[in-house]
């Protein structure tokens, strides 16, 4: 067992260096440094910086240094949670990005445990009545929600709900909550609002999940212990629920390592469609404004987080699989 | 199979005995190849599915002669156009023909409306001379599908309406299938070269270059890469012609998917590693080079076809995705993510509705390249059942 998180705890610091490398080089890959926007800038609001104090300035900021020093200085502001000046804003990245990166967190694992709670009876009962008309009706269901792209959805569903219902499903607030402060109420309000993000983005997972699930289970269904159970007199729903789903249970934990990346990777531009205030349209404009600290420290945040929450879910699966949590003990 | 028989003369037996024996015999000496197909042939998902791909990438070959109007003339004075009404009958017999429209500006929404006129009757005819092109990038040609007589069909047929520029969104959408489309199929060669590689090293050679790719490809899988893309294809110079930017996209793309290639190819290397007939091979003095070539990638060049077709959707969606959000392909390229890149937002498609047309090819597409894989996979398997 200590093996086992030993391993995934090395993988995992392992994963957030390689993130923080790729962010650092999404920071340095455009023409002209942060020295370069910023003389920009203040000449654009018509003052005028010289050679001498740009100079000045670039040393400072260490960027006349080679650029594995310039990853390290980066690395030691980051950690001391200082993430540089979001330009287009004038303030400080950190506060620039707020709670979006939480609102992020909160769509994706609302995403998540759709995903569960949908695929999970579908799943079951697609294996115990294979063939029936509810199993073809939830693969074909299934394959779709493979075939559209999540942002497609969010557009179909946003223009559906606008021309049946005339709403407008975008948003993650109500408007007059959207500026308040947090409170029980806003937190309320939230819930309210998210079962549709959680839907669009939890789609295409879930029917992955759903084929995984009935597959799994029907490799158990078929085993000679449920025949035994069976004859034994065990209630049908009682036999199936109690023994052959757990063990199918077990892929279905391992999967979230996989699901979280890909549904943060869908909130970014599903969170543009819906205009969910997440990270997502905050990182698309910076990358279009090339304000690289705020896009680089996105990237990094979201890519930590993932891996955080993968960890999350190795520690899950040692939890439900006897099979991790023995291990070594032989 | 049941063990051979000893030869009994045949005029000693029954009509039905040889039959089956000729249906056997045919399986047994039957190639890999005619095994697949034979099983893939059955799998009738499968087969739909690949006439469905097959019938999009005629799209992608004769875009041109398919597309009516210029996909890139753009007027103001037919901006937002909604799909017009093709009328098939003319006094009882087919001749088809579209009526002339005149556009007003709304004087209290400012939106355009658009009123046919009976009185101009446009005959739509098949077959007909119109914009310039080159057929397959050489041969100069001016050939269409469809046209109208009298007139430019720039100016009065609008099969599914314009966009905001007032350009034909039917010929964008047909150009627009060959970017989308051929950015699949150089992404996923790209991801292809890039996956057997690196898998095959790891399968072959094992030991510590095996575990450095393994953790390279279980990060890789653990980041969220919309994001790193999005910083990447954002980092392209703007002065980059549409050329550039379109293999610099495809490069990028091409980075998601070799890590699922690489998975299959290891895993094929590893399992065949031990075969008997490797073992033979090596017996008999095969040199490596001979080994991988002749004997272990034909063993497993099926399931690679079935992977790749498995990835090509996956190029796709994120061709599509990084183009909608701005960042992929930009005008004057034509892709399905740049036509959906007019209807991001609710106004767009309240006031429009039919620029979200483009998303039914995307969605078409997509199933038939997940069927057609999931048939090749099955098929590939000459074992299962």
Redesign the interface.
């Known amino acids: 067992m200590l093996a086992y998180l030993v391993r995934r705890l090395i993988l995992a610091v392992l994963t957030v260096w390689a993130v923080s490398v790729l962010s650092f080089t999404v920071i340095q890959l455009p023409p002209g440094d942060y020295i370069t926007s910023y003389i920009a800038q203040m000449s654009a609001s018509g003052s005028f910086v010289s050679e001498q104090e740009a100079n000045a300035l670039r040393h400072q900021y260490g960027l006349d240094q080679p650029q594995y020093i310039r990853y390290i200085r980066w690395m030691g502001m980051v950690l001391h949670g200082n993430y540089g000046m979001a330009l287009e804003y004038g303030r400080p990245v950190g506060e620039v990005i707020g709670d979006r990166l939480w609102l992020t967190m909160v769509v994706s694992v609302a995403a998540i445990i759709f995903t569960w709670f949908v695929a999970l009876p579908i799943g079951i009962y697609s294996a115990v009545r294979q063939y029936s008309l509810g199993d073809y009706v939830a693969t074909f269901v299934g394959f779709i929600g493979l075939a559209i792209p999540s942002f497609m959805l969010a557009l179909i569903l946003m223009y559906l709900g606008f021309t049946f219902f005339d709403l407008n499903i975008g948003g993650l607030f109500s408007d007059e909550l959207a500026e308040a402060p947090w409170s029980l109420a806003k937190i309320w309000d939230l819930t309210k609002h998210l079962p549709l993000p959680a839907l669009i983005l939890g789609f295409a997972g879930t029917a992955q999940l759903v084929r995984i699930m009935r597959a799994n289970l029907l490799d158990e269904l078929s085993k000679p212990y449920v025949v035994t159970g069976r004859a034994r007199g065990l209630a049908e729903s009682r036999l199936i629920l109690k023994y052959p789903v757990r063990v199918a249970l077990n892929p279905f934990a391992s999967t979230i390592g996989y699901l979280l990346p890909y549904v943060v990777s869908g909130s970014i531009i599903v969170s543009l469609v819906l205009s969910l205030p997440t990270v997502g349209p905050l990182l698309l404009k910076a990358l279009v404004a090339q304000d690289m600290f705020l896009a680089g420290t996105i990237v990094l945040m979201l890519g930590t987080m993932t891996v955080i929450g993968t960890f999350i879910s190795d520690l899950l699966l040692m939890w439900i699989d006897p099979r991790i949590r023995f291990e070594g003990r032989k | 199979m049941s063990p051979p028989t000893a030869p009994i003369a045949p005029e000693l037996h029954d009509e039905p005995a040889p039959v089956v024996s000729v249906a056997e015999e045919r399986i047994s000496v039957a190639t890999q190849w005619q095994l697949m197909w034979w099983r893939f042939k059955k799998h009738r998902l499968a087969m739909a599915s690949t006439a469905v791909v097959l019938f999009f990438y005629l799209i992608v070959i004769f875009a041109d002669f398919l597309a009516y109007s210029n996909p890139l003339a753009s007027e103001a004075q037919r901006s937002l156009l909604p799909p017009q009404r093709i009328h098939w009958f003319d006094d009882g017999r087919f001749a088809p023909y579209v009526f002339g429209l005149t556009g007003v500006r709304d004087p209290m929404t400012f939106k355009r409306v658009y009123t046919p006129d009976p009185s101009k009757k446009i005959s739509v005819r098949f077959f007909v001379r119109g914009f310039e092109y080159q057929f397959l990038w050489v041969i100069p040609m001016n050939l269409h599908l469809v046209g109208v007589e009298g007139t430019t069909p720039e100016e009065s047929l609008f099969l599914i309406g314009t966009d905001e520029q007032g350009r034909d969104l039917w010929s964008r959408l047909m150009y627009g299938t060959r970017t989308s489309l051929s950015i699949g199929l150089v992404g996923v060669a790209m991801s292809l070269i890039l996956g057997v590689l690196l898998g095959g090293i790891s399968g072959l050679y094992g030991g510590v270059l095996d575990t450095v790719i393994q953790?390279v490809i279980?990060?890789l899988?653990?980041?969220?890469?919309?994001?790193?893309w999005?910083?990447?294809a954002?980092?392209l110079?703007n002065d980059w012609s549409v050329t550039q930017i379109y293999f610099a996209i495809t490069i990028i793309i091409s980075l998601i998917g070799w890590t699922e290639l690489a998975r299959v190819v290891r895993g094929r290397f590893l399992s065949l590693r031990q075969e008997d007939f490797v073992m033979a091979a090596e017996l008999a003095g095969c040199g490596q080079m001979r080994i991988i070539f002749t004997h272990l990638v034909p063993s497993f060049l099926s399931h690679i076809i079935a992977a790749t077709t498995l990835a090509i959707?996956a190029m796709i969606?994120s061709e599509?995705?990084l183009s909608?959000?701005?960042?992929g392909l930009r005008p004057p390229a034509i892709s399905w993510g740049v036509l959906?890149q007019q209807?991001?937002?609710?106004q767009a498609?309240?006031i429009s509705?039919w620029l979200?047309i483009p998303?039914i090819p995307?969605?078409i597409v997509?199933?038939a390249f997940?069927?057609m894989g999931d048939g090749l996979r099955d098929a590939a398997d000459p074992y299962g059942h």
């Open positions: 953790r279980e990060i899988r653990s980041i969220p890469t919309i994001p790193l999005m910083g990447l954002a980092a110079p959707p969606i599509t995705s909608f959000l701005g960042l959906l209807a991001q937002n609710i498609l309240a509705p979200l998303s995307v969605t997509i199933l997940n069927f």
